[in-house]
């Protein structure tokens, strides 16, 4: 039995499509509450939630699609990795066991606090001061990002008061494989490259893989949270998996030629900021290096120029580092 799309849960802040028998992918919708994408899966008497958004507003309204589709409340809860956009809605899970790598575990606190407290100290002027300097941008793919970012911090702000970061309950080091009545699901981690801990969620008798943010599709990766280098690594492993169906952490339902245009990303950015470095250009320069060509109408305009930086930053540390190894 399929639900018509017409059928699926409404939310503004994502887009319910149906990716299996059972499996269901969140895509949020740019410039609402959710910011990153989420999963939810039937295991058949449990139902599975990968990762959960940003706002509360936005994870209550997965909350009742999840209740919805699957008939029950979730059992599990998954995060995929500490950022803010895929953990935060924890707290509307309150009876669930959360579920992260151990390393995720360790970051969630402090790495979480730093947005936290800008949004709780987040004010008008502040905010008006952002929309001002997004209006006087000329780019219209950056203006346009810059405005979502906005616009979705504004929706955390109006929040700020009843958030709290619920951490996760359970953890595992390198796979966890989940039984339901119906399926099975594995959590697996490489280690990390998008940040120090990435998690990815594969059901291989589906073939579908909720990659989290190690794939961002049509859209800028967030590259300064991790290693770039480890990331390609991880991007092998990945490769190695059977895959039609790939729900990545930021953009629209693909498959498995993703992995292929995220490792292109990668790789050209790498060597950009490798030419850029050794040109003798300062990190301010880097900053301002124009948008590549394919990558120039990309979602989430606004995170190439902390992404030279960046690569900059890292191409200058290890060079001062092999200096001071000289003997
Ligand atoms: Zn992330």
């Known amino acids: 039995m399929t639900t018509p799309a017409s059928e699926l849960p ?12 059972g499996v269901w992918a969140a895509i949020a919708t740019p410039g609402a509450g959710a910011f990153g994408n989420a999963g939810i899966v039937d295991l058949g008497g449990e ?48 009876d669930a066991t959360i579920i992260s790598t151990a390393g995720t575990l360790d970051l969630i606190p402090d790495g ?16 008006q001061e952002r929309a001002e300097a997004a209006a006087a941008v000329r780019d219209p793919v950056l203006r346009q990002s810059m405005e979502e970012d906005l616009a979705t911090d504004r929706e955390l702000a109006a929040s700020a008061a009843e958030m709290w970061t619920r951490a996760p309950d359970r953890t595992f080091e390198r796979s966890l494989t989940l039984h339901g009545a119906t399926r099975h699901v594995e959590l697996i981690t490489w280690g990390g490259g998008h940040t120090p801990s ?27 949270y991790g290693d770039p280098v480890e990331w390609l690594r991880i991007l092998g492993e990945m490769e190695k998996l059977s895959i039609d169906t790939l729900v990545p952490g930021h953009g629209d339902v693909t498959d498995h030629g993703a992995i292929a245009a995220q490792r292109a990303y990668l790789e050209t ?27 120039r109408d990309w979602g989430f305009a606004s995170a190439f120029s902390p992404n030279m930086r960046a690569i900059y930053a890292r ?13």
């Open 10 to 21: 409404a939310s503004r802040h994502f887009t319910v499509r149906r990716v299996g028998e």
């Open 47 to 94: 139902t599975l939630i990968f990762d959960t958004m940003y706002t509360p507003q936005a994870a209550r309204d997965l909350r009742i699609a999840a209740e919805r589709l699957t008939g029950r409340r979730a059992s599990y809860v998954v995060n995929s990795h500490y950022h803010v956009d895929h953990v935060l809605g924890n707290m509307v899970f309150d």
């Open 112 to 127: 979480n606090e730093e947005t936290l407290d800008y949004i709780r100290s987040a004010d008008e002027p502040a905010f």
């Open 198 to 224: 990435d998690a990815v969620l594969y059901l291989p008798e589906e073939r579908l893989l909720f990659a989290g943010d190690l794939i961002f599709h049509r859209m800028h990766a967030f590259m300064q």
């Open 269 to 295: 950015l790498l060597a950009l900021g490798r030419e850029v470095y050794e040109s003798g250009k300062s990190e301010d320069e880097a900053a301002k290096t124009p948008i590549p060509e394919p990558y």
């Open 315 to 327: 191409l200058r540390d290890q060079a001062s580092a092999d200096e001071a190894g000289q003997p």
